[in-house]
């Protein structure tokens, strides 16, 4: 997943907290630690508690998202930061994104 990061310019990362290898919290540590543009990256947990946002807050994450994920409440975190990005378009259809 770091590789990625290194190889392509991304906006958001939505960062399971849970991975095989390293997990989100280990991994937002080290994208914010590259000399590079740091996307905004939103945790994706199963752990809800006011405890759990607060450690992926001091990792280095931008924002937080319990599990199972409510498209409305994804919809506004995504709008939120696109509209720090300023890449924010009321007629997102017409934007392509990659994933």
Same mark, same amino acid.
């Given at each position: 997943?770091?590789?990625? #990061?290194?190889? &392509? ?6 960062? +399971? ?5 390293? /997990? ?11 000399? &590079? ?25 931008? +924002?937080?998202? =319990?599990?199972? #994920?409510?498209? /409305? /409440? ?12 300023? =890449?924010?378009?009321? /007629?997102?259809?017409?934007?392509? =994104? =990659?994933?």
């Amino acid at each position: 997943m770091l590789e990625k #990061v290194d190889k &392509t310019t991304y906006d958001v990362i939505l960062m +399971d907290m849970q991975m095989p290898q390293m /997990d989100g919290l280990e991994a937002t540590r080290q994208i914010k630690a590259r000399e &590079t543009l740091h996307p905004y990256i939103i945790a994706m947990t199963a752990n809800a508690l006011q405890q759990d946002k607060e450690r992926c807050l001091a990792a280095g994450m931008d +924002d937080y998202l =319990s599990k199972p #994920v409510i498209l /409305d /409440d994804l919809v506004e975190l995504l709008e939120k930061w696109a509209l720090r990005l300023g =890449s924010w378009m009321p /007629d997102a259809a017409n934007k392509k =994104s =990659s994933f």
